[in-house]
């Protein structure tokens, strides 16, 4: 493919889904999207050891002119994202997952509102399916901690509230990697945190003053296999989920309660109180068949208690934020900048 006609890249970043990851080039690689040549897709491994690898030999040996692989050894979706966003040829810069299906329109839809050139940034639809039956259990809150965002019916822009682009299914100009930076390293699926990684990018884009929309006709179906539909699996994502905002949260935004000069002990006391309650209500809810917001209650506990424990651990290591990596200059080229946590007056915090 001709440099000067790759107008659109998309990225995937895929690490031991050679299966589903399968599923989702099919849903990209179609012959009507074959026919056009201002794209191309570029899928980054990171460090996979199933059969990923012979996946993508076999791609790259079919959609030569359209399909590019990258390796990036270091663990962590965080640094693959970067890795792809340098390696991207295109100027507009599409996200999803190894578990997503884009839809026949997807490419489509994006030519079409990034068109307009008031455009920095686009949260396309997404819907989650299901493998086999969904649990009684299983509430809206924990879809949308999968993924499930499907706002509305017609295009919009985001307010500060709506602000979110997630990775399965986000769209960017690369002149914003210039303007915002790149994914921090501390956040992400295979990081330090965990989770969030996309969150805070989000909020960096729109504190840099780019204009994000929501956009309906971009739509993937998110596929959630049958290992995610068990409790402990959700007990786990919460928990993370609380550790990765204890890396970006300013900690009076999140909770004015927080007092930093109580002594972690009673903190601790009180957690533990908070679970027992929990627990009773939640079991109480189970009792009148409200199981999914008992599981919601739970939930919440197991994400402030992540929230805290690691606030309280940052704080006792003297870790005062992290830095942004900048990965794109002004002129769309790669500089790749990597950096540890930081314990300096000034620092990038929240």
Aim: proline letters at 4%.
């Amino acid at each position: 493919m001709s440099e000067v006609l790759t107008k659109l890249s998309v990225i995937v970043c895929t690490r031991n889904r050679g299966a589903s990851l399968r599923k989702t080039l099919d849903s990209l690689l179609t012959a009507s999207n074959l026919a056009q040549q201002d794209w191309e897709l570029v899928v980054v491994d990171n460090g996979s050891t199933d059969s990923t690898s012979s996946v993508l030999a076999e791609y790259a040996t079919k959609f030569p002119s359209h399909l590019r692989t990258k390796g990036e050894p270091k663990k962590g979706k965080s640094n693959a994202l970067n890795t792809g966003v340098c390696a991207a040829r295109g100027e507009i810069l599409a996200f999803t997952d190894d578990d997503c299906l884009c839809d026949v329109r997807y490419l489509e839809g994006i030519r079409e509102v990034f068109s307009n050139p008031d455009v920095d940034a686009v949260q396309g639809r997404i819907l989650v399916e299901v493998e086999g039956q969904r649990p009684a259990w299983l509430s809206q809150e924990m879809l949308a901690s999968m993924g499930l965002i499907d706002l509305c019916q017609t295009v919009h822009e985001l307010a500060p509230s709506e602000v979110y682009l997630h990775g399965g299914n986000s769209i960017v100009r690369r002149s914003v990697f210039a303007k915002a930076g790149g994914f921090r390293l501390d956040l992400g699926p295979g990081s330090v945190a965990g989770r969030e990684g996309d969150t805070e990018f989000s909020r960096r884009v729109a504190a840099a003053g780019c204009r994000i929309f929501f956009v309906p006709q971009i739509l993937v179906r998110h596929q959630l296999q049958a290992t995610c539909m068990r409790r402990r699996y959700y007990f786990a994502r919460f928990y993370h989920r609380g550790i990765s905002r204890a890396h970006y949260f300013p900690i009076a935004r999140y909770n004015p309660s927080w007092d930093p000069s109580v002594p972690a002990w009673r903190y601790k006391m009180y957690y533990i109180k908070e679970m027992l309650f929990a627990g009773v209500r939640a079991f109480c809810l189970n009792l009148w068949g409200r199981s999914a917001d008992a599981m919601d209650l739970v939930l919440k506990l197991v994400e402030e208690t992540g929230f805290y424990w690691e606030f309280a651990r940052l704080r006792r290591l003297g870790i005062t934020g992290f830095p942004v990596p900048a990965i794109l200059d002004q002129d769309g080229q790669p500089v790749r900048s990597e950096a540890g946590p930081v314990s300096l007056v000034g620092a990038v915090a929240g």
